[in-house]
T-cell receptor
Framework: KNEVEQSPQNLTAQEGEFITINCSYSVGISALHWLQQHPGGGIVSLFMLSSGKKKHGRLIATINIQEKHSSLHITASHPRDSAVYICAVRSDRTSGSRLTFGEGTQLTVNP | ETGVTQSPTHLIKTRGQQVTLRCSSQSGHNTVSWYQQALGQGPQFIFQYYREEENGRGNFPPRFSGLQFPNYSSELNVNALELDDSALYLC??????????FGPGTRLTVL
């Protein structure tokens, strides 16, 4: 079992829909990241969370430390949101800032 | 644009050869992490360098080695290439354990 599990693996939505991507992890963490990867490989960091909730534009990320669970929400989705969304955690048991990644959620938003 | 650059963009090698990949950190960052991302999977941590010293290593064999230079740029070297080494190699720079900023990646194909 991976230390970081994401669901769903694939998600197709219509433009304007509200989208939720989930991430569960099994280790103690000091931070959780949500990342966006477009075709071609470039990765952009969306959020880094250690508690509570963060919002940036149409994106909202929440984390529940007790339940070891985080969600990424996209409101009013748009075709340009189509990408792979990856959850990654920084364990509180390892030195440095190494990240352990989930396998990603492929999001496709149709016009 | 994250300010993190990688070279080359693409590379084709044959089994048994050696390869060097390069990463230039974002200005002011002293930490570089390297990740391997096989097709359809999340990135896997290779190692991290902090102020020119290795600061954590993932489950990769010794033929994967690295360097960090005084200007905090970094190299990833892979000896005796195997077919399974074909992947996208990502570097990420950060200031200590703060948010990591990813480069665009180097896609390595081993034939």
């Amino acid at each position: 079992k991976n230390e970081v599990e994401q669901s769903p693996q694939n998600l197709t939505a219509q433009e304007g829909e509200f989208i939720t991507i989930n991430c569960s992890y099994s280790v103690g963490i000091s931070a959780l990241h949500w990342l966006q990867q477009h075709p071609g490989g470039g990765i952009v960091s969306l959020f880094m969370l250690s508690s509570g909730k963060k919002k940036h534009g149409r994106l909202i990320a929440t984390i529940n430390i007790q339940e070891k669970h985080s969600s990424l929400h996209i409101t009013a989705s748009h075709p340009r949101d189509s990408a792979v969304y990856i959850c990654a955690v920084r364990s509180d048991r390892t030195s440095g800032s190494r990240l352990t990644f989930g396998e990603g959620t492929q999001l496709t938003v149709n016009p | 644009e994250t300010g993190v650059t990688q070279s080359p963009t693409h590379l084709i090698k044959t089994r048994g050869q050696q390869v060097t990949l390069r990463c230039s950190s974002q200005s002011g960052h002293n930490t570089v992490s390297w990740y391997q991302q096989a097709l359809g999977q999340g990135p896997q941590f290779i190692f991290q360098y902090y102020r020119e010293e290795e600061n954590g290593r993932g489950n990769f064999p010794p033929r994967f080695s690295g360097l960090q230079f005084p200007n905090y740029s970094s190299e990833l070297n892979v000896n005796a290439l195997e077919l399974d080494d074909s992947a996208l190699y990502l570097c990420a720079s950060s200031l200590g354990s703060d948010t990591q900023y990813f480069g665009p990646g180097t896609r390595l194909t081993v034939l």
